[in-house]
């Protein structure tokens, strides 16, 4: 039997599906231009049953060759049924079978089949749909109605779609094309069937259909868009959609389209979209979505107000993914305006070359279309090559960038001692204003200008979110943006706000992430100090991010040294200039010792006695000093118990009484003492004991305690309002012998990590804590 031929038969044929509308014609208004005006229709919904739409399944087949003018002769006939079972696929053309024999040797190809039915009459097989195709019927017997209905539907549904993607893929007349297109999204909607791909199989067909066909005009376009809109409801488009769309959006940004269809289809890929790296088109069309809003009139308050719309009314965002998927986007965008030159980076100057000198003329890389341009090309040596690369400029240029690098003699020998060796200089390094690399101007095309400013406008507002600014710190702590990005003076200085608002946040998940990730690896801090590229003040903002970073950084001593190693003289320079902040910093290094050179000691103390703020700052410090001597001098009791009740200000003014060189064990269980009176305890030489037992004692001084009381054997923290915040600290502290943590708030994973960071600990008390 031959499935896939022409249809015959008599003359009393009904007429085959092919000849009929789809779905029915669907009439738009009259006097109603698409695209001119977008209206959006309504979404249409199917009443009843709801059903998943079947790959594949097992069912009983049975074919009866017949002219059908005979048919309800033969189904009555109880004598001529053989039922075969078979495991059908639906596959995208053709119903095959995992078996092909008997009567499924042939697939059936949706082309061949006139028409699907239920079996409705009397004498009819029970739970069987009819598939007439060109010489006979195929019927196909379920286990129970349920079954037989799903069949019945996906089978229309493959058949529809097989129809629709033959009829598009061969436009005609496009009024024909878009009525078939709205019938399409009508069936879509409608369908029973409850599927992804229900939705985004018609997406796809008009995906193909817009990218095959480059001639469409505007109209057709705008006319096309508002059809398939209320598919994009619930679906995000296909990558070649979303080609199609980016389109739109660069050519008419101004079309009411842009605003009726294409907002809450980039609100839903902001809200729900988990990774662009997957789907790289959804961000780019929600990229120029953003950008096609700045070209309105009314500019970057449409797009603040569209931010404004995806963060919500309330304080709190209710979707996690919109800041992730808008910070992705906007990298994304401030990297496309450097790419050009980013993409010549084999050709251009490396971070390598720009300090130990240019690279070996044998070494480079095949020329890329934006090309390193010397003044001398004949070079006939390695050391020609090294003198001319060092004493000419460095020019790269093109239409969306120019970078000039110019190095002077000075810095010859400088570069000359780096020369062997081969680590990557650390980006931050490479960007200072110093001999090594004296100018770094960059100049951008008036689009890619334009580019810049939105996003970095946007990445402005994001910072003003409370609840948005703890992750958008985190996302932007190991600095995502290209160097010549840092090194674009327009960028930093806009992005500056951004830096200022992590500054002035008095959370510590926010500020610290303006420190680097690790050890070696600069960060905003490096960044926008006196002495980084991007500082473009006198030191304003270097000291709120010292003055916010040492308010909550428990390892004090060592950023006061790294301070003083890396930034001593910025900070003597503010200091001078009567900056609280920086006096505050240079006494603490006197106070802990940091700096061990008599002369810079000297110089300190000179600094802080050139302003009133500091010279008084420094008179506290004497006097500090000078009660800490008699504090630590040998004598006193070793065995100290506080009343309870007694606060801070009690063990204060015990502790100024007289010696306590020879104090090993203090108790201050159930008295009120908080975390300010860590800096009492962290001056007692010989404290091996502490008992904090049912104190208000925090993370805070638990950080203070782990720096300086290093030599602590024995510490009770029973009912303690310490966290695992504070507890991680007490992994420095290696003589701790016995450790109570009974009713606090520890976990299991701190406790694993306590344990394996305390080698001589021996006795624990972790009752009634998530550890126990």
Known sequence: MDRTGGSGGGSDRRQPEESKPLLGEMSAPEGNKMGAAPCRRALLHCNGMRYKLLQEGDIQVCVIRHPRTFLSKILTS??????????????????????PTGYMENSISYSAIEDVQLLSWENAPKYCLQLTIPGGTVLLQAANSYLRDQWFHSLQWKKKIYKYKKVLSNPSRWEVVLKEIRTLVDMALTSPLQDDSIHQAPLEIVSKLLSENNNLTTQDHESIIVAIAPLLENNHPPPDLCEFFCKHCRERPRSMVVIEVFTPVVQRILKHNMDFGKCPRLRLFTQEYILSLNELNAGMEVVKKFIHSM???????????????????????????????????????????????????CDRKPNLPLRLLHTSPDLVSQEATLTESRLKPVIVTSNEIHVEVERNNTANQKMTAGVGNDSEPNLIDCLMVSPTCSTISIELSAQADRILGCYVEILKMLSDYDDWRPALASLLQPIPFPKEALAHEKFTKELKYVIQRFAEDPRQEVHSCLLSVRAGKDGWFQLYSPGGVACDDDGELFASMVHILMGSCYKTKKFLLSLAENKLGPCMLLALRGNQTMVEILCLMLEYNIIDNNDTQLQIISTLESTDVGKRMYEQLCERQRELKELQRKGGPTRLTLPSKSTDADLARLLSSGSFGNLENLSLAFTNVTSACAEHLIKLPSLKQLNLWST??????????????TMLQVLNLCETPVTDAGLLALSSMKSLCSLNMNSTKLSADTYEDLKAKLPNLKEVDVRYTEAW
């Open 78 to 99: 109880k004598f001529l049924r053989r039922w075969e079972p078979h495991h059908l696929t639906l596959a995208d053309n053709s119903v095959a079978s995992a078996t």
């Open 311 to 361: 963060h919500g009314p309330t304080g709190q965002c209710p979707h996690p993914r919109v800041l992730p998927n808008l910070v992705a986007v906007c990298l994304a965008a401030i990297y496309s305006c450097y790419e050009e030159f980013i993409n010549s980076r084999d050709n251009s100057p490396s971070l390598k070359e720009i300090r130990n000198g240019c690279q070996q003329q």
């Open 696 to 709: 208000q004692f925090g993370d805070a001084g638990l950080r203070l305690l782990s720096e300086h009381l």
